[in-house]
């Protein structure tokens, strides 16, 4: 007797594709779904009346060398008023100097430290 249908193709050995980790896959799957949805970020939360603001996930390196030029030019103001100054006023000018001069001090030897860990990593 002649067969009328033909004889299914032969099945793929498929072991390749059962060691895959479902973890994986999903972890895969919601990258892909995040890269192509994009969600909207969350709008940063801020007081009323503020007028500045850090910008959020700035690197402390940054944060350092920023502090640090501010305090260089507040430094420098000081500095010059208190030239200007005489008697117990030029004594405050001078105590605001000195502690401007010590923040300096210490947010150079933060950016110091940072450098230090990055290079020893």
Do not use: C, W
């Amino acid at each position: 007797m002649v067969k009328i249908t033909p004889n299914p193709p032969r099945a793929e050995d498929l072991s390749a594709y059962t060691t895959l980790d479902s973890k994986k896959l999903r972890e895969a799957a919601d990258r892909a779904l995040n890269i192509h949805l994009s969600p909207t970020p969350p709008k940063p939360d801020t007081q009323d009346g503020q007028v500045f603001t850090v910008v959020p996930g700035l690197n402390t390196e940054s944060v350092l060398t920023t502090l640090s030029e501010t305090l260089a030019s507040a430094d420098a103001l000081v500095s010059d008023l208190t030239f200007d100054l005489e008697g117990s006023r030029r004594h405050v000018a001078l105590g605001i100097q000195q502690l401007i001069e010590l923040a300096k001090l210490l947010a150079n030897r933060a950016l110091d430290d940072l450098e230090l860990a990055d290079s020893t990593q």
